[in-house]
Protein backbone atom coordinates (compact mmCIF):
# COMPACT_ATOMS: atom_id res chain seq x y z
CA UNK A 1 0.00 0.00 0.00
CA UNK A 2 2.39 1.81 0.62
CA UNK A 3 4.01 4.99 -1.66
CA UNK A 4 7.20 4.69 -1.00
CA UNK A 5 8.91 2.84 -3.24
CA UNK A 6 4.90 3.43 -4.91
CA UNK A 7 3.25 0.01 -5.57
CA UNK A 8 -0.32 -1.31 -6.42
CA UNK A 9 -2.11 -4.13 -4.88
CA UNK A 10 -4.42 -4.92 -7.95
CA UNK A 11 -5.94 -7.72 -5.96
CA UNK A 12 -7.19 -5.08 -2.89
CA UNK A 13 -8.54 -3.09 -5.97
CA UNK A 14 -7.48 0.50 -7.15
CA UNK A 15 -5.85 2.01 -4.29
CA UNK A 16 -5.98 5.65 -6.22
CA UNK A 17 -8.85 6.91 -8.46
CA UNK A 18 -8.76 9.96 -10.41
CA UNK A 19 -10.64 12.26 -7.88
CA UNK A 20 -12.53 14.39 -11.17
CA UNK A 21 -13.06 11.51 -13.36
CA UNK A 22 -13.47 8.48 -10.85
CA UNK A 23 -10.94 6.15 -13.40
CA UNK A 24 -8.31 3.94 -11.41
CA UNK A 25 -4.93 5.57 -11.51
CA UNK A 26 -1.55 3.60 -11.73
CA UNK A 27 1.96 4.17 -10.95
CA UNK A 28 4.47 4.85 -13.77
CA UNK A 29 8.12 5.41 -12.85
CA UNK A 30 9.80 8.50 -13.87
CA UNK A 31 11.65 9.22 -17.01
CA UNK A 32 14.98 9.99 -15.44
CA UNK A 33 16.52 9.68 -12.00
CA UNK A 34 15.21 12.52 -9.67
CA UNK A 35 12.49 12.88 -11.50
CA UNK A 36 8.64 12.35 -10.00
CA UNK A 37 6.71 9.11 -10.93
CA UNK A 38 3.25 9.49 -12.06
CA UNK A 39 -0.27 8.38 -11.18
CA UNK A 40 -1.93 7.97 -14.47
CA UNK A 41 -5.74 7.37 -15.72
CA UNK A 42 -6.38 5.78 -18.81
CA UNK A 43 -7.68 9.12 -20.05
CA UNK A 44 -4.17 10.47 -19.50
CA UNK A 45 -4.73 12.57 -16.27
CA UNK A 46 -1.59 12.51 -14.43
CA UNK A 47 -0.70 12.93 -10.55
CA UNK A 48 3.24 13.49 -9.91
CA UNK A 49 4.52 10.78 -7.33
CA UNK A 50 7.15 13.17 -5.53
CA UNK A 51 9.03 11.58 -1.96
CA UNK A 52 6.85 8.99 -1.63
CA UNK A 53 4.16 11.22 -1.73
CA UNK A 54 1.43 11.50 -4.30
CA UNK A 55 0.22 14.96 -5.08
CA UNK A 56 -3.57 15.84 -6.05
CA UNK A 57 -3.39 19.50 -5.57
CA UNK A 58 -0.69 21.76 -6.62
CA UNK A 59 0.14 23.59 -3.78
CA UNK A 60 -1.26 24.59 -0.15
CA UNK A 61 -4.22 26.42 -0.99
CA UNK A 62 -5.70 28.11 2.27
CA UNK A 63 -3.83 25.79 4.41
CA UNK A 64 -0.11 26.91 4.01
CA UNK A 65 0.21 27.80 7.35
CA UNK A 66 -0.44 24.11 8.21
CA UNK A 67 2.22 23.36 6.33
CA UNK A 68 4.43 25.53 8.09
CA UNK A 69 3.43 25.18 11.48
CA UNK A 70 4.09 20.94 10.76
CA UNK A 71 7.37 21.02 9.17
CA UNK A 72 8.29 23.82 11.87
CA UNK A 73 7.05 21.78 14.35
CA UNK A 74 7.55 18.08 12.79
CA UNK A 75 8.29 16.21 16.04
CA UNK A 76 6.70 18.05 18.88
CA UNK A 77 4.11 16.10 19.27
CA UNK A 78 4.66 12.77 18.47
CA UNK A 79 5.08 10.55 21.52
CA UNK A 80 7.82 8.36 19.69
CA UNK A 81 9.90 11.71 19.52
CA UNK A 82 8.34 13.83 23.07
CA UNK A 83 8.48 10.59 25.48
CA UNK A 84 5.04 10.47 26.05
CA UNK A 85 1.66 9.00 25.37
CA UNK A 86 -0.02 12.59 24.69
CA UNK A 87 -1.17 11.64 21.26
CA UNK A 88 -2.55 8.01 22.24
CA UNK A 89 -4.46 8.85 25.45
CA UNK A 90 -5.85 11.60 23.11
CA UNK A 91 -6.50 9.10 19.84
CA UNK A 92 -8.29 6.69 22.66
CA UNK A 93 -10.34 9.60 24.08
CA UNK A 94 -11.39 11.08 21.21
CA UNK A 95 -12.24 8.41 19.31
CA UNK A 96 -13.96 6.03 21.58
CA UNK A 97 -11.74 2.98 19.82
CA UNK A 98 -10.17 0.21 21.44
CA UNK A 99 -6.71 -0.05 19.39
CA UNK A 100 -6.55 -2.77 18.94
CA UNK A 101 -9.30 -3.40 16.59
CA UNK A 102 -7.18 -1.44 13.82
CA UNK A 103 -5.21 -4.43 13.56
CA UNK A 104 -4.78 -5.62 9.71
CA UNK A 105 -7.30 -3.17 9.07
CA UNK A 106 -7.75 0.07 6.61
CA UNK A 107 -7.45 3.51 7.90
CA UNK A 108 -7.75 7.19 6.52
CA UNK A 109 -6.60 9.67 8.41
CA UNK A 110 -8.12 12.82 6.80
CA UNK A 111 -5.88 15.60 7.81
CA UNK A 112 -2.18 14.02 8.64
CA UNK A 113 -0.54 16.90 10.25
CA UNK A 114 3.29 15.86 10.75
CA UNK A 115 1.62 12.04 11.62
CA UNK A 116 0.85 12.24 15.55
CA UNK A 117 -1.91 10.61 15.36
CA UNK A 118 -0.80 8.03 11.87
CA UNK A 119 2.05 6.96 14.69
CA UNK A 120 -0.88 5.74 17.08
CA UNK A 121 -2.97 3.88 14.57
CA UNK A 122 -0.03 2.22 13.06
CA UNK A 123 1.41 1.11 16.08
CA UNK A 124 -1.66 -0.09 16.08
CA UNK A 125 -1.24 -2.52 13.39
CA UNK A 126 -3.22 -0.79 10.49
CA UNK A 127 -2.99 -0.25 7.15
CA UNK A 128 -2.65 3.98 7.29
CA UNK A 129 -3.37 6.34 4.48
CA UNK A 130 -2.15 9.80 5.79
CA UNK A 131 -3.98 12.76 3.80
CA UNK A 132 -3.42 16.19 4.35
CA UNK A 133 -4.21 19.40 1.92
CA UNK A 134 -0.90 21.22 3.27
CA UNK A 135 3.04 20.72 2.60
CA UNK A 136 2.76 18.73 6.45
CA UNK A 137 2.43 15.61 4.19
CA UNK A 138 6.38 15.72 3.81
CA UNK A 139 6.83 15.96 7.91
CA UNK A 140 4.60 12.99 7.83
CA UNK A 141 6.47 11.12 5.24
CA UNK A 142 9.71 12.42 6.74
CA UNK A 143 8.14 11.11 10.69
CA UNK A 144 6.98 7.70 9.54
CA UNK A 145 8.29 6.45 6.66
CA UNK A 146 9.01 4.34 4.64
CA UNK A 147 6.62 2.34 5.87
CA UNK A 148 4.99 -0.54 4.21
CA UNK A 149 2.14 0.37 5.98
CA UNK A 150 2.07 3.69 5.39
CA UNK A 151 0.88 5.26 2.16
CA UNK A 152 1.15 9.40 2.45
CA UNK A 153 -1.17 11.62 0.17
CA UNK A 154 -1.17 15.07 -0.15
CA UNK A 155 -5.11 15.82 -1.43
CA UNK A 156 -8.26 17.74 -0.55
CA UNK A 157 -10.70 16.79 2.15
CA UNK A 158 -13.53 17.57 -0.98
CA UNK A 159 -11.80 15.17 -3.74
CA UNK A 160 -10.37 12.13 -1.91
CA UNK A 161 -8.94 10.10 -4.44
CA UNK A 162 -9.95 6.64 -3.17
CA UNK A 163 -13.04 4.89 -4.09
CA UNK A 164 -15.85 4.57 -2.10
CA UNK A 165 -15.82 2.32 0.69
CA UNK A 166 -12.41 1.74 0.51
CA UNK A 167 -11.68 2.18 4.41
CA UNK A 168 -13.02 0.35 7.64
CA UNK A 169 -11.98 3.09 9.87
CA UNK A 170 -11.32 6.85 9.20
CA UNK A 171 -11.15 9.65 11.68
CA UNK A 172 -10.19 13.87 11.67
CA UNK A 173 -9.23 14.95 14.66
CA UNK A 174 -8.84 18.83 14.89
CA UNK A 175 -9.32 19.65 11.26
CA UNK A 176 -13.08 19.80 10.15
CA UNK A 177 -13.29 23.37 11.28
CA UNK A 178 -10.51 24.48 9.66
CA UNK A 179 -12.28 24.43 5.79
CA UNK A 180 -14.01 26.52 4.17
CA UNK A 181 -16.83 24.54 4.45
CA UNK A 182 -17.49 22.58 6.88
CA UNK A 183 -20.60 20.83 5.43
CA UNK A 184 -19.06 19.40 2.90
CA UNK A 185 -15.89 18.76 4.57
CA UNK A 186 -17.84 16.11 7.22
CA UNK A 187 -20.01 15.04 4.39
CA UNK A 188 -16.96 13.77 2.68
CA UNK A 189 -15.92 11.27 5.10
CA UNK A 190 -18.85 8.47 5.25
CA UNK A 191 -18.23 7.45 1.81
CA UNK A 192 -14.91 6.29 2.27
CA UNK A 193 -16.65 3.70 4.36
CA UNK A 194 -17.43 0.03 3.66
CA UNK A 195 -20.20 -0.88 5.41
CA UNK A 196 -20.30 -0.76 8.86
CA UNK A 197 -16.92 0.90 8.79
CA UNK A 198 -16.55 3.27 12.30
CA UNK A 199 -15.88 6.93 11.75
CA UNK A 200 -14.18 9.47 14.45
CA UNK A 201 -13.96 12.82 14.12
CA UNK A 202 -13.53 15.73 16.71
CA UNK A 203 -14.72 19.54 15.92
CA UNK A 204 -14.09 22.84 17.97
CA UNK A 205 -17.30 22.79 19.82
CA UNK A 206 -19.75 26.05 18.97
CA UNK A 207 -20.29 27.54 22.53
CA UNK A 208 -20.90 31.25 23.14
CA UNK A 209 -18.28 31.76 25.41
CA UNK A 210 -15.37 30.66 23.65
CA UNK A 211 -16.48 33.95 21.75
CA UNK A 212 -16.29 36.13 24.66
CA UNK A 213 -12.33 35.41 24.86
CA UNK A 214 -9.44 37.67 23.17
CA UNK A 215 -8.53 34.66 20.77
CA UNK A 216 -11.37 35.28 17.95
CA UNK A 217 -11.19 39.04 18.51
CA UNK A 218 -7.67 39.10 17.58
CA UNK A 219 -7.65 35.97 14.79
CA UNK A 220 -9.38 39.62 12.90
CA UNK A 221 -6.09 40.53 12.71
CA UNK A 222 -3.52 37.91 12.92
CA UNK A 223 -5.10 35.91 10.04
CA UNK A 224 -4.43 39.03 8.06
CA UNK A 225 -0.84 39.01 8.65
CA UNK A 226 1.86 37.37 6.87
CA UNK A 227 2.68 33.88 8.45
CA UNK A 228 6.39 34.45 9.07
CA UNK A 229 5.79 37.50 10.61
CA UNK A 230 2.63 36.39 12.82
CA UNK A 231 5.01 33.16 13.63
CA UNK A 232 8.30 35.85 15.14
CA UNK A 233 5.71 37.88 16.88
CA UNK A 234 4.71 35.09 18.58
CA UNK A 235 7.90 33.65 19.05
CA UNK A 236 8.41 37.07 21.63
CA UNK A 237 5.08 37.16 22.62
CA UNK A 238 4.54 33.57 23.64
CA UNK A 239 7.01 33.31 26.64
CA UNK A 240 5.98 36.78 27.98
CA UNK A 241 2.10 35.27 28.16
CA UNK A 242 2.71 32.69 29.52
CA UNK A 243 4.06 34.09 32.48
CA UNK A 244 1.11 36.02 32.58
CA UNK A 245 -1.22 33.24 32.60
CA UNK A 246 0.75 31.65 35.09
CA UNK A 247 0.49 34.49 37.07
CA UNK A 248 -3.73 34.53 36.81
CA UNK A 249 -3.76 31.01 37.52
CA UNK A 250 -3.12 31.22 40.87
CA UNK A 251 -5.26 33.97 42.04
CA UNK A 252 -7.76 32.93 44.50
CA UNK A 253 -11.47 32.27 43.21
CA UNK A 254 -10.84 33.62 39.60
CA UNK A 255 -7.86 32.67 38.57
CA UNK A 256 -9.27 30.13 36.07
CA UNK A 257 -11.33 32.83 34.68
CA UNK A 258 -8.72 34.71 34.54
CA UNK A 259 -6.31 32.06 32.93
CA UNK A 260 -8.56 32.27 29.58
CA UNK A 261 -8.21 36.12 29.46
CA UNK A 262 -4.76 35.61 28.31
CA UNK A 263 -4.17 34.81 24.37
CA UNK A 264 -1.70 31.66 24.76
CA UNK A 265 -1.67 28.11 24.88
CA UNK A 266 -1.05 26.74 28.54
CA UNK A 267 -0.79 23.75 29.19
CA UNK A 268 0.76 23.62 32.73
CA UNK A 269 -0.96 21.39 35.45
CA UNK A 270 -2.90 19.66 32.07
CA UNK A 271 0.02 17.72 30.23
CA UNK A 272 3.04 16.25 31.54
CA UNK A 273 5.20 18.07 29.85
CA UNK A 274 8.98 19.48 30.82
CA UNK A 275 8.96 23.45 31.21
CA UNK A 276 10.78 23.34 27.63
CA UNK A 277 8.19 20.92 25.91
CA UNK A 278 5.54 23.42 27.56
CA UNK A 279 7.33 26.76 25.84
CA UNK A 280 6.89 24.46 22.48
CA UNK A 281 3.76 23.57 22.56
CA UNK A 282 2.42 26.84 23.62
CA UNK A 283 3.99 28.61 20.64
CA UNK A 284 2.74 25.43 18.14
CA UNK A 285 -0.85 26.00 19.45
CA UNK A 286 -1.04 29.35 19.73
CA UNK A 287 0.01 30.13 15.71
CA UNK A 288 -2.63 27.13 15.44
CA UNK A 289 -5.23 29.76 16.94
CA UNK A 290 -4.46 32.50 15.30
CA UNK A 291 -2.81 31.24 11.63
CA UNK A 292 -5.92 29.44 9.94
CA UNK A 293 -7.83 31.49 7.03
CA UNK A 294 -10.50 29.37 8.50
CA UNK A 295 -11.59 28.62 12.29
CA UNK A 296 -15.45 27.71 12.38
CA UNK A 297 -16.57 25.76 15.69
CA UNK A 298 -19.31 23.74 15.08
CA UNK A 299 -22.87 22.34 17.17
CA UNK A 300 -23.82 18.88 18.43
CA UNK A 301 -27.06 19.09 16.72
CA UNK A 302 -25.30 20.50 13.25
CA UNK A 303 -22.73 17.84 13.12
CA UNK A 304 -25.14 14.57 14.22
CA UNK A 305 -27.61 15.93 11.34
CA UNK A 306 -25.54 16.25 8.83
CA UNK A 307 -23.57 12.54 9.62
CA UNK A 308 -27.37 11.55 9.33
CA UNK A 309 -27.94 13.13 5.96
CA UNK A 310 -24.55 11.48 4.75
CA UNK A 311 -26.32 8.35 5.14
CA UNK A 312 -24.58 7.37 9.03
CA UNK A 313 -26.50 5.67 12.12
CA UNK A 314 -25.33 5.23 15.42
CA UNK A 315 -24.28 8.94 15.57
CA UNK A 316 -23.24 9.54 19.09
CA UNK A 317 -21.58 12.32 20.74
CA UNK A 318 -18.97 10.83 23.61
CA UNK A 319 -19.75 11.60 26.86
CA UNK A 320 -17.87 12.98 29.43
CA UNK A 321 -15.51 15.43 26.80
CA UNK A 322 -15.15 19.34 28.34
CA UNK A 323 -13.04 20.53 25.08
CA UNK A 324 -14.00 20.07 21.74
CA UNK A 325 -17.03 17.76 20.12
CA UNK A 326 -15.97 14.28 19.52
CA UNK A 327 -17.97 12.49 17.56
CA UNK A 328 -18.30 8.47 16.42
CA UNK A 329 -20.92 7.14 13.72
CA UNK A 330 -21.27 3.80 11.90
CA UNK A 331 -21.80 3.25 8.19
Known amino acids: MALHPPVAQPEAGPIFICPSSGE ?42 F ?24 FELVTGWDLKELAGKRVLDAGCGAGRFAQIALDAGADVVAVDLSSAVDACQANLGPHPRLTVVQA ?68 RMP ?41 KGILPLTQEQRDEWALLDTFDWFAPAYDQPQTWPTVERWLREAGCSDIRRIPGRRIGLPVTATR
Open 67 to 90: GMQWNTFSRTQLDRYNGTTISRDR
Open 156 to 223: SIYDLPFPPGSFDFVYSIGVLQHTPDVERAVKALPPMLRPGGQLACWIYEHKPTAFMTPRYPLRALTT
Open 227 to 267: QDRLFRLLQRWVPGMLKVSDACAVVPLLGPYLRKLVPVANY
Open 24 to 65: PLHFVEAAAPGEPGALVSASGMSYAVKGGVARFVPDDVYASN
